[in-house]
């Protein structure tokens, strides 16, 4: 699956470097790498019990919910 992801220049330069080191080209691998021990770390349980949350809202408590969340951060 491709997506954006938002990185800041330091993490972009670091990760170009290590990149370079490894002779690949792009971030996916390293990202990919990144994400698999993060989830490695998580309690024993916890994705699956976050995974059992999809669909937990209606559509409409979402939308409100996702509108709130936007104007939090944007305070």
């Given at each position: 699956?491709?997506?954006?992801?938002?990185?800041?220049?330091?993490?972009?330069?670091?990760?170009s470097?290590?990149?370079?080191?490894?002779?690949?080209?792009?971030?996916?691998?390293?990202?990919?790498?990144?994400?698999?021990?993060?989830?490695?770390?998580?309690?024993?349980?916890?994705?699956?019990?976050?995974?059992?949350?999809?669909?937990?809202?209606?559509?409409?408590?979402?939308?409100?919910?996702?509108?709130?969340?936007?104007?939090?951060?944007?305070?």
């Amino acid at each position: 699956m491709r997506t954006t992801v938002d990185i800041s220049d330091h993490q972009h330069r670091a990760l170009s470097a290590v990149a370079q080191r490894r002779g690949i080209r792009g971030f996916s691998i390293l990202v990919q790498e990144a994400l698999d021990a993060y989830l490695a770390n998580l309690e024993t349980g916890e994705v699956e019990l976050l995974l059992a949350l999809d669909g937990s809202l209606s559509d409409s408590d979402a939308k409100e919910m996702r509108s709130r969340i936007d104007d939090v951060r944007s305070t």
